[in-house]
């Protein structure tokens, strides 16, 4: 079993040709099945970053899935060991080298829902401390370099269905220390994606959001071009560091 929720079709069915039959008549035609809208295949994260009693770097995430990575999240949690190893190369792939602390999911046999998968991680290979400045780096890279870097294609390049990227992150300032500096907003369109990225710095907290809503499943090579260079632009903007110093 697919373990899809319900609603959702399988990816390999997204825009493929379907035969449709007529017992009756025995009359036939080729129908093209349409890709869902984005909204079918998401994957969000709700994260806080914060220093532990003994001054390591601690990450809470919250992820929410829908589509094929939640199927295949939910068949790889019926197993109990390979769940557990799975989770530990999570936390580490995703948070550039994180230790798996904790882990817990929804009802992973309930796809009348998106499933809720819930870590906690050190992360304190992200942060660095020189000369009274604590240097806190983000794990996300929005779009991975390698997607782009052919520079002449002369076959199309698919980026799969229509998706949803959304990851939402809290830094809590510790404690006798102020913000010196944070990632900078940007936004970048292109013909059928979005992407854009917010900093705000508050009394307690800096907050860095992204969203990453893309419509593209095939990029020409005639379009190819315009596309890497708007793909390029994000890559040059997306690391974010942010820079706390003492009071």
Do not use: W
């Not at 060991?81 to 882990?103: C, D, I, P, R, T």
């Amino acid at each position: 079993v697919d373990l899809l929720e319900i609603g959702n079709l399988r990816t390999d069915n997204q825009g493929a040709t379907a035969l449709v039959l007529e017992r009756e008549t025995g009359k036939y035609e080729f129908i093209p099945v349409p890709y869902q809208s984005k909204e079918y295949n998401f994957q969000k994260h709700e994260r806080t970053l914060k220093l532990d009693e003994q001054g390591r770097l601690v990450i809470e995430d919250s992820i929410k899935l829908r589509g094929s990575l939640s199927s295949m999240l939910r068949q790889i949690l019926r197993t109990k060991e390979v769940a557990y190893n799975m989770f530990q190369n999570l936390a580490s792939s995703l948070y550039k080298g994180g230790v798996l602390k904790n882990h817990e999911t929804t009802d992973i046999n309930d796809i009348t829902k998106p499933l809720t998968v819930n870590i906690t991680a050190d992360v304190n290979s992200l942060k660095t401390l020189q000369n009274d400045r604590l240097t806190i780096s983000l794990p996300d890279q929005i779009i991975n370099p390698d997607l782009v870097s052919i520079e002449n294609r002369k076959l199309p390049l698919s980026t799969g269905v229509p998706a949803i990227y959304e990851v939402n992150t809290v830094i809590k300032i510790p404690q006798g220390m102020k913000v010196e500096s944070i990632p900078g907003s940007f936004s970048v369109k292109g013909n059928c994606f979005n992407i854009v990225r917010t900093s705000q710095s508050h009394e307690e907290k800096v907050v860095v959001n992204f969203k990453f809503e893309k419509e593209c499943t095939i990029i020409s090579v005639e379009d190819y071009p315009a596309y890497r260079e708007k793909m390029q632009e994000v890559i040059k903007k997306q690391n974010a560091l942010i820079v706390f110093s003492n009071n």
